[in-house]
């Protein structure tokens, strides 16, 4: 690797990693955890890494790439979790739940999501989640719904409330969607920057400097109707060749997603909303 590129990627992580230390400062995490935890992200993916690569990881593979003794290395991959994988699941199902909810003619009613009864009814609830779900319950469904303030109890059933899946109720949500979302995008330019130009992946965003606070306000409010609108086609579209559940884990049920964000310098990061 040369000086200049070693160079571009140290200021690179250094910008990636700002914004995240601001986080991890607000809540809390000193650089004690935050040690622990990177030295754990190291472990693990050098281990799929060489895994990937040589089909076998040793840990003294693995400690000659990450520069962590083998005791280390062994300690680490005791506590190996998933938690991440688990929570974009999640999500993805109750997306899908709500694209049908809104795109499926058995749910709607003259062009708009109906009541949906709680009963076991055909055109219930209960059949919206088996229809486009896969295997989590109903009852289940419901639960994080509601959480997420997307649906409410009403006379005759359930009523959509809102179409989009943000689930921002607790800290552990929010920061769930952090570590989803951030790492995809981080995936996403990473494979741009050394794959060939005919397997690049879309990766664009717009921007300009100088807008007035209201044409910025309008701006935001413009994008949130656009993007939302996209992100539904995109479901619908995705919604209707998802492959039944007994097949999504065979090598053809391959994760997909696309995601849009919003960004103003009146963020700027240093806020202490939670």
């Not at 040369?2 to 601001?22: E, P």
């Not at 993916?45 to 895994?51: C, H, I, S």
């Not at 076991?120 to 989590?136: I, K, M, P, R, Y």
Request: net charge negative; charged share 25%; with cysteine.
């Amino acid at each position: 690797m040369s000086d200049g590129t070693r160079n571009a990627i140290y200021k690179a992580t250094q910008a990636v990693l700002r914004g995240l230390v601001r986080l991890l400062l607000r809540h809390g995490v000193d650089y004690s955890a935050f040690s622990t935890l990177a030295r754990q992200v190291f472990a693990d993916t050098a281990y799929e890494k060489l895994e990937r690569e040589n089909g076998k990881a040793t840990a003294s593979a693995v400690s000659a790439l990450t520069g962590l003794s083998r005791k280390e290395i062994k300690r680490l991959r005791e506590t190996e979790s998933n938690v991440l994988a688990n929570a974009a699941q999640g999500r993805n199902r109750a997306v899908r739940v709500l694209a049908g909810w809104t795109t499926d003619p058995q749910f709607m009613s003259d062009g708009r999501p109906r009541v949906l009864s709680l009963d076991a009814t055909s055109g219930g609830f209960q059949s919206l989640v088996e229809s486009h779900s896969g295997d989590v319950t109903p009852i289940a469904m419901l639960a994080l719904l509601e959480q997420a303030g997307c649906v409410a109890r009403v006379e005759g059933g359930v009523q959509l409330m809102r179409n989009a899946f943000l689930p921002m109720s607790t800290p552990a949500e929010r920061f769930n969607i952090l570590g989803t979302d951030a790492s995809e995008l981080v995936a996403s330019i990473d494979h741009n920057i050394h794959c060939a130009e005919s397997e690049r992946v879309f990766q664009r965003k717009v921007s300009v400097q100088g807008l007035s606070a209201k044409d910025l306000e309008d701006f935001k409010q413009y994008s949130n109707e656009r993007s939302q609108a996209l992100l539904e086609e995109y479901d619908k579209w995705l919604s209707e060749r998802v492959l039944p559940s007994e097949k999504s884990g065979d090598e053809n049920g391959h994760y997909a997603a696309v995601g849009i964000y919003f960004y103003s310098d009146k963020q700027g990061g240093t806020g202490d909303g939670q």
